[in-house]
């Protein structure tokens, strides 16, 4: 839409310009000074004030166009820019709506699941992109020139704007136009053009955790035991996802790609059915607060042999467990 209005606006200047043009250049040669003044030309005399002719026909002829040319423009752009202030009905697709914050000379960007990124914004091609832009310190301006978007970060505002990539497999720069201080001409970022498919996919995956437990040895806790539970809460929607020792890998990893829903924080609390060593206390449960972002991994070392100091019929169990191994 704006490389239209650019292109009609650039035509009809063109047209302008050379029509003006020509006719300063014609009228300069037709009246040039040829020497004597020729007979049929009634010149006025010093001190007569010319009386106007054909003029006045002109004057109002070249207002008349002036003004259906403005007039049209005006009216056409205006309707061009309220459907991209306000495209909500004319969208076919929904659009991926990203949070973009300006700070620290960088721009971060947060998808609808909850997966961050910062100065990569991954946009799926032929799908309409909604932003919504401010700023977590000072005034910043976020734009990309190739796909005219420009839209101001400021703290405390939300500014609203959308824009649709159409190449996949593209990169665009993401600039900073507003000057913001030492760190703003560094202030840049990619936009880069995914398939609609992969990028779906890409921003799932974003969505993975891999929980690790391990022996101080550095060996899969699975190994020895299997005993424990894993709850998983999302701090902001209360979700619940819970899980045991058999959910974990041979590693001793419990590797989550699909099951989250939404990023951001999560409780986690491990409880073990018999004591363990954890950062050096005695304990049945491991209470954590992790973020999940991106992809992102957490391993928990612990100590079994407070287990078998404790109990002897776990010492027989977990004796039993290193022997299966
Ligand atoms: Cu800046």
């Not at 910062?118 to 190739?146: K, L, R, Y």
């Not at 974003?206 to 424990?228: M, R």
Request: glycine share 8%; aromatic share 10%.
């Amino acid at each position: 839409m704006f490389e239209s209005i650019f292109l009609v606006f650039l035509g009809l200047g063109t047209l302008v310009g050379v029509v003006v043009v020509a006719y300063t250049l014609y009228n300069a040669y037709k009246y040039r000074d040829a020497g004597e003044p020729k007979d049929d030309e009634s010149l006025p005399t010093l001190g007569e004030l010319p009386t106007g002719g054909k003029g006045g026909k002109k004057l109002f002829l070249s207002f008349g166009i002036s003004a259906v040319i403005v007039i049209s423009l005006v009216v056409w752009t205006y309707g061009m820019l309220l459907y991209v202030e306000d495209p909500e009905d004319e969208f076919d697709e929904e659009p991926v709506e990203i949070e973009v914050v300006g700070d620290g000379f960088a721009w971060h960007f947060e998808y609808e699941n909850g997966v961050q990124a910062t100065n990569t914004m991954n946009v799926p091609a032929d799908q309409p992109v909604a932003i919504e832009v401010t700023s977590g310190d000072v005034w910043h301006s976020f734009g990309i020139s190739d796909l005219r978007v420009k839209a101001d970060a400021i703290p405390g505002e939300y500014d609203e704007t959308w824009f649709m990539a159409e190449e996949a497999g593209e990169e665009h720069r993401i600039e900073c136009f507003e000057l913001c201080g030492d760190g703003h001409s560094a202030m840049d970022g990619t936009a880069e053009v995914m398939e609609q498919d992969q990028f779906h996919d890409w921003l799932d995956s974003q969505l993975a955790l891999d929980v690790t437990l391990e022996t101080e040895d550095e060996e899969a806790v699975t190994n020895v035991t299997d005993e424990f539970d894993v709850e998983l809460v999302h701090v902001e929607d209360g979700t619940e996802y819970t899980f045991d020792g058999a959910d974990f890998d041979e590693e001793g990893t419990l590797a989550l790609d699909e099951e989250l829903e939404q990023g951001g924080e999560f409780e986690l609390t491990i409880t073990f059915e018999d004591t363990v060593t954890y950062e050096d206390e005695e304990t049945d449960t491991i209470e954590d607060t992790i973020s999940v972002t991106g992809p992102s991994s957490e391993t928990y070392t612990i100590d079994l042999d407070a287990a078998d100091d404790n109990d002897e019929n776990d010492d027989a169990e977990t004796d039993e467990g290193g022997d299966d191994e």
